[in-house]
C-alpha cells in the first residue's frame, strides 16, 4: 500500500506541479492579451482622434470651396456683366460714324463759304440739308464735295427757290443725300 501511497503522492505532486505551471502560463497569457488589447485599444483610439481631426480639417475645407464657389458664380456673374458692358461699348463705338455728328461735322468740313447751312434732318436713310445760298454756282460746288466724300453718295437736289422771301437774290435750296 505504500507503493501506492507513494505513487498517489507523486502523482499529486506531479499534478500540482503542473497545475502551477498551467496557471502561470494563463497568468502570463493573461497579461499579454491585455497589454496587446491596451496597445490595440491605444492604437485604435489614436487613429480615431487622428480620424476626428482628418475630418476637421475636411469639413473646414468644404467650408472654403463652399465659399469660393459662391464667390466664383459672384465674379462669372461680374464677368458677364463686364462682356456685355465691353459689347456695348464696341457696339457705341462702331456706331459713332452713323451718328448725326459725325455726319454734321462732314458737312461743316466740305460746305462752301457762300453757303449757308438752315436745317439738317438725319434718318436712317439718308439726310436732308435745308439752307441758304449766294449763288447756284456755291450750291453746285457743295453737291460735288457731298458725292466725293467717303460719307454720302448720290446727292440730289430736292428744291431750289428764288423768292422774295429770300434777300438780296439768295437762293434757297434742299438737299437730300444717301449716306455710305
Known sequence: ?????????????????????????????????????????SVKK???????LHEKKLMQEISVIGSLKKEQKGLEGLQKELQYKVRKVEKVGSTKHNTPYYY????????PEQVVLQSFSF???????????????????????????ELFKKPKLVSMNRNEEVADGNVKFVIHVLKR
Open 1 to 41: 500500500m505504500r507503493k501506492n501511497n507513494q505513487f498517489i503522492m507523486r502523482r499529486a505532486r506531479i499534478s500540482q506541479k503542473a497545475i502551477t505551471i498551467w496557471l502561470i502560463i494563463s497568468l502570463v497569457a493573461l497579461v499579454l492579451t491585455i497589454a496587446v488589447l491596451f496597445i490595440s485599444t
Open 46 to 52: 489614436y487613429d480615431v482622434q487622428s480620424l476626428e
Open 104 to 111: 454734321l461735322k462732314e458737312v461743316a468740313a466740305i460746305i
Open 123 to 149: 434718318d436712317t436713310k439718308g439726310i436732308d440739308l435745308e439752307g441758304v445760298s449766294f449763288n447756284v454756282s456755291s450750291i453746285t460746288r457743295f453737291m460735288r464735295k457731298l458725292a466725293q466724300s
